[in-house]
């Protein structure tokens, strides 16, 4: 009995120390299923949460835009938004990261219409960790006579979520990095 009690313990202590040893990824904005404007500006942040370690993971964090259309089997197109942005915490326990990006215009979205596609930011790390946050766009802003009357069309339809893509109500999104 006493040798699984202190075979749970050393467990326990093990356990504990690979979690705090690890650094988090936390991502405050934007939150899942964000309306988005186009053409516009958007604030991007994280958090980096330091672990007991004081190793620095040598990753850096990418951001990526990515789209999908409905119920396609093809790979999604992609796009960077920012990369580079470091797995560093100086000093505390937590690191706080900014970064305005503007999202596409009319041209894109005559291209790829929300209604017809899915839209993600994803925050990789390295090249086995990803947050994904899917995005709702709402077209304003469009202007010009080209862009008025390709996107006469789609202003007209209403964008749906079907019942396997559930609205969370979550805001932040956590990844642990070791």
């Known amino acids: 009995m006493l040798l699984l009690w202190g075979t749970f313990i050393s467990l326990f202590i093990s356990l504990v120390f690979s979690i705090e040893e690890s650094h988090r990824v936390v991502v405050h904005h934007p939150y899942q299923h964000q309306q988005v404007i186009s053409d516009s500006y958007i604030g991007l942040e ?3 949460v330091k672990g007991h370690s004081d190793q620095t993971p040598s990753e ?12 396609s089997t093809a790979s999604p197109l992609q796009l960077d938004v920012h990369q580079g942005f470091s797995m560093r915490v100086l000093g505390t326990h937590q690191q706080h990261y900014a970064y305005q990006w503007k999202t596409p215009g009319c041209p894109f979205f005559v291209r790829y219409q929300p209604h017809q596609y899915h ?5 990789l790390v390295g ?3 990803t947050i994904q946050i899917p ?5 304003v802003n469009v202007t010009g006579l080209h862009c008025n009357n390709k996107m006469l069309n ?5 964008h749906h979520h079907n019942a396997s893509s559930p609205k969370s109500a979550t805001k932040y999104q956590t990844m642990t990095i070791k």
């Open 154 to 158: 789609t202003t007209q339809h209403v």
């Open 135 to 139: 995005l709702d766009f709402t077209l």
């Open 127 to 129: 090249t086995n960790h």
């Open 60 to 71: 850096d964090v990418q951001i990526k835009f990515e789209w999908t259309q409905h119920n």
């Open 46 to 48: 994280y958090g980096i």
């Open 119 to 123: 839209f993600s930011l994803l925050f």
